[in-house]
């Protein structure tokens, strides 16, 4: 029962939130501050942004039980099993929200105020039920997946700077790969929800290979612009490079086995699509880690 109270705040997902929206304020921090000085706001980050993710989350479930509960990899969320009930899960979220907007307000920026609003707002209002009328609906909802940065950034700076706009980027172009090559991988399911992203609207692949590839290979040169802007130090824009092209291999592989795909293929594209998942889940987090250990 009480696991359950974890589980419908996807985790998986608000715990990414918080944790670039927390790395982009420490990088945000000048180098020479005092710790003592450092971990309120990176608390209230942290808290903030948690508390906001998991808001958007469940209400992003409620809106999406019917949904839910046509695929396998969501049938048993709490809310489609009714372990947590809809008006439990309704004051949850509120309180959560209402929490989040609360600490948003007093103890960050203003900026950060309005992205934190922004983003629940654009996933849950726009993102959610968007998903079942538009191709798009991918890129659409990649916008307050990419925000969390901005919030970071923006507690400490008060201000819209080219490094907002960089981890901003960063986080729109993993993004595609990211959820597309899960898309793939749960495609079925999605058809069965009637969800029109591009792995189940583009039966040849084309598209799909062409949108993944080409956000493979922006990256790259967008990763490196930390150092380009003298956030990070040469060390991060070297390490960025190897694992850049490690990661433009994996999405290359995926791209090009879809292309080539045939009924014969499809375990090989599946195990290409998997292999991109896991590497979209090793890039983000080394990516930070590089800016955080080199960071200027």
């Known amino acids: 029962m009480i696991k359950d109270y974890w589980i419908i705040l996807k985790p998986e997902l608000t715990l990414l ?17 005092l710790f003592i000085n450092i971990y309120p706001i990176l608390l209230n980050v942290t808290l903030a942004t948690f508390l906001l993710g998991g808001s958007a989350a469940i209400l992003n479930q409620l809106l999406e039980i019917n949904l839910d509960s046509l695929m396998k990899r969501t049938e048993n ?12 899960a309704w004051i949850y979220a509120f309180v959560l929200g209402i929490s989040g907007v609360l600490i948003s307000y007093y103890s960050l920026s203003n900026l950060a105020f309005i992205f934190g609003i922004f983003t629940i707002i654009s996933y849950v209002v726009f993102y959610t039920p968007i998903k ?18 901005v919030i970071g950034w923006t507690a400490v700076t008060n201000s819209i700077d ?14 595609i790969p990211h959820f597309y090559s899960l898309g793939w991988m749960y495609r079925k399911d999605y058809e069965r929800a009637n969800f029109k ?37 040469i060390e991060y824009f ?18 090009f086995s879809l292309l080539n795909k ?5 375990v090989k594209i599946n195990r290409s699509a998997r292999h991109l998942f896991y590497a979209t889940l090793i890039y983000l987090p080394l990516l930070f880690l590089f800016l955080a250990i080199w960071k200027i």
């Open 77 to 88: 969320r709490p809310l489609v099993k009714n372990r947590i009930s809809k008006k439990v």
């Open 162 to 175: 080219a490094e907002t706009w960089i981890l901003f980027a960063i986080l729109f172009l993993w993004q």
């Open 238 to 255: 070297y390490s960025m490079i190897v694992v850049g092209i490690i990661f433009i291999f994996y999405g290359v592989r995926f791209s």
């Open 17 to 33: 939130s918080v944790f670039t929206a927390t790395m982009s304020a420490y990088l945000a921090i000048p180098t020479n501050e």
């Open 132 to 149: 079942r009328l538009s191709v798009f609906s991918t890129i659409i909802g990649a916008i307050p997946g990419a925000l969390p940065p």
């Open 262 to 266: 045939g009924d014969e293929e499809v």
């Open 197 to 233: 992203i591009l792995p189940v609207t583009d039966q040849k692949g084309s598209s799909l290979s062409l949108q993944v590839l080409f956000n493979v290979l922006l990256i790259f040169p967008i990763s490196l612009l930390p150092a380009v802007v003298e956030l990070a130090s």
